[in-house]
């Protein structure tokens, strides 16, 4: 009984992890690869500064559905996107998920005219200055 309570849940872990439910490592060249299949970083830092101009970062927002055509570069890297005014030891930052459910991550840009507070920066990938992505 035992045995088979050890096979079956064994079966299951390797399955999960087939199916994509585990979740992986990024590597550096990966997010790199993330943003050049996108438009680049420059791209997604231009379309950050209009949205860093239109929100000063002192509310947080979701910008969804229609709005997200102004921003083809940052929603071609996932949707939503939110806007989180800075709090708690974190500067105004665009958050995007990427990834499926189990194996998400988010992409964290910050407004690169503003001093990066990120306690969170260091299990993250660094892609640019201001820009990091979960690991």
């Known amino acids: ?12 872990c390797i399955c999960l992890g087939m199916l994509g439910c585990s979740p992986s490592v990024m590597t550096q060249s990966q997010a790199l690869d993330m943003f050049n299949k996108v438009g ?12 860093f101009d239109q929100f000063n970062g002192k509310e947080s927002k979701e910008i969804f559905g229609n709005e997200l055509t102004n921003f083809p570069t940052l929603s071609a ?3 939503p996107l939110f806007i989180q005014a800075g709090s708690n030891g974190y500067s105004s930052r665009i958050e995007i ?30 892609v640019t200055s201001n820009i990091f992505v979960g690991k």
Do not use: W
């Not at 009984?1 to 299951?12: A, D, E, L, R, S």
């Not at 998920?97 to 993250?124: L, M, T, W």
């Open 1 to 12: 009984m035992k045995t088979t309570m050890t096979i079956t849940f064994m079966t299951i």
């Open 40 to 51: 680049g970083t420059e791209q997604a830092n231009r379309e950050a500064r209009i949205i």
């Open 77 to 79: 890297l996932g949707k």
């Open 97 to 126: 998920p990427i990834g499926s459910h189990y194996g998400r991550k988010f992409v964290f840009i910050f407004n690169p005219n503003e001093q990066i507070d990120f306690p969170y920066a260091s299990r993250c990938i660094q």
